[in-house]
């Protein structure tokens, strides 16, 4: 499984941003799929998770209300749409394929984009 992420850039405090996620593969509608987010200095962590029917959501208390994580198992496409954006919200964004386990611990997913920037500012 190949992803890779897409969609940030540079925003202002309140503003939105949808991230994108294109994977390879012909199995990726088995597949559960999840954001992480890793600021400077700190550790990666989990943002947000979807079964592969896309019936179940999952996300991370910071982002609960704000973000909200998609997918279209046609286009092989997972999506995580970013509104209200607060400064600390600003990190590199990855997706990643989940290969089983809990789902906010990053050693529950196997494959990993490479990950898009996203700023905001104040």
């Known amino acids: 499984v190949q992803l890779q992420a897409c969609g940030g850039g540079l925003v202002q405090a309140g503003g939105s941003l949808r991230l994108s996620c294109a994977s390879s593969g012909r199995t990726f509608s088995r597949i559960d799929m999840g954001w992480f987010r890793q600021a400077p200095g700190k550790e990666r962590e989990f943002v947000a998770a979807?079964?592969?029917?896309?019936?179940?959501?999952l996300y991370a208390d910071s982002v609960k209300g704000r973000f909200t994580i998609s997918r279209d198992n046609d286009k092989n496409m997972v999506y995580l749409q970013t509104n209200g954006l607060k400064p600390e919200d600003t990190a590199v964004y990855y997706c990643a394929a989940h290969s089983g386990g809990v789902y906010r611990y990053r050693d529950s997913y196997r494959y990993w984009g490479q990950g898009t920037q996203v700023t905001v500012s104040s």
């Open positions: 979807i079964t592969s029917s896309g019936a179940t959501t």
